[in-house]
């Protein structure tokens, strides 16, 4: 694998690539990397000829200073985690290297950006938007693997490719669960110990939530997985909605779509972690 700065040195590399007649494959990560980011990038492995995984914690999706301060970085850790996978390129630029001068677009993302994160993390999809849109300008891959447990975050780049005509196909790919159900995330490594006893309960209660569907009507189950996780002292529950998968805007009973997606959103003291689950998938 081999290490790579600059956009220059990007290019050269992936011009080689592409004289080779060789597929692109992209994971865009920022890093502390762990099982879920292994996971894309052996996707994109199995269906692609050259893996490019970018390392870039993008000041600009960070509506909380403090969080973009906390954020784990640990560069030769992940390395050595990226060793031994298919990753052949590690793009892991400076702050100047992706943003020489401000990045001042403003995407309008309509109602996908209004509810649940866009809502609670004000400005947050225009950042991820402004620096996705950028490394995909500069890897130009053919696909690109993100991960579901960030559902609304795929939702937006799969809108953000379409409105600015990206040739490049936007892969999602299953969430990937510590052995007690956690959501894996870079995030989970900054919680305390109860923090993290507690965490389990999060996924736990969205899986017992699935025993409901059909039997009960969707503000019970908002109010059941509200009370149980919220009944946990270290953890406090920021939004549960149950939303269509598509449009993400809340459905008001079981029969209102084919794809119905529970996602949540916890602070588990200062941490704040999120996790979906899908009660209805039918002919997506
Ligand atoms: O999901 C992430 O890690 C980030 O939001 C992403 C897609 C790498 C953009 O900075």
New binding site residues.
């Given amino acids: 694998m081999e290490l790579v700065k600059t956009r220059q040195e990007l290019r050269e590399k992936l011009n080689a690539c592409r004289k080779a007649g060789k597929t692109v494959g992209f994971v865009?990560?920022?890093g502390a990397l762990h099982e879920g980011h292994l996971s894309l990038v052996e996707a994109a492995g199995s269906q692609s000829d050259l893996v490019v995984v970018?390392i870039?914690v993008?000041p600009t999706?960070f509506n909380d200073p403090g969080d973009l301060e906390r954020y784990p970085r640990d560069l030769n850790k992940d390395l050595q985690l990226l060793e031994n996978t298919s990753c052949e390129l590690l793009f892991a630029p400076s702050v100047e290297e992706v943003y020489p001068e401000p990045d001042k677009r403003k995407f309008d993302f309509g109602d996908l950006e209004k509810v649940m994160e866009g809502k609670h993390r004000p400005g947050h999809f225009n950042g991820?938007a402004q620096?996705?849109s950028r490394l995909f300008e500069m890897v130009n891959p053919d696909k690109a693997f993100?991960?579901q447990k960030?559902f609304q975050?795929l939702a937006i780049?799969r809108e953000m490719v379409r409105q600015l005509d990206m040739n490049v196909e936007v892969v999602g790919c299953p969430i990937i669960r510590e052995s007690d159900g956690l959501a894996m995330s870079s995030r989970n490594a900054l919680l305390t110990k109860k923090h993290r006893k507690s965490a389990p309960l999060i996924a736990k209660t969205l899986s017992e939530s699935c025993n409901f569907v059909h039997e009960k009507r969707i503000e019970d189950v908002e109010a059941f997985v509200l009370e149980v996780v919220n009944g946990d002292e270290n953890l406090d529950v920021e939004y549960f909605e149950i939303v269509d998968g598509n449009t993400l805007q809340k459905v008001d009973n079981w029969e209102e779509s084919t794809y119905i997606v529970g996602c949540i959103a916890v602070f588990a003291g200062n941490i704040r972690l999120i996790d979906n689950i899908t009660y209805i998938e039918i002919d997506h």
């Fill in positions: 865009p990560t920022m970018s870039f993008n999706q991820v620096v996705v993100f991960g960030d975050q780049v």
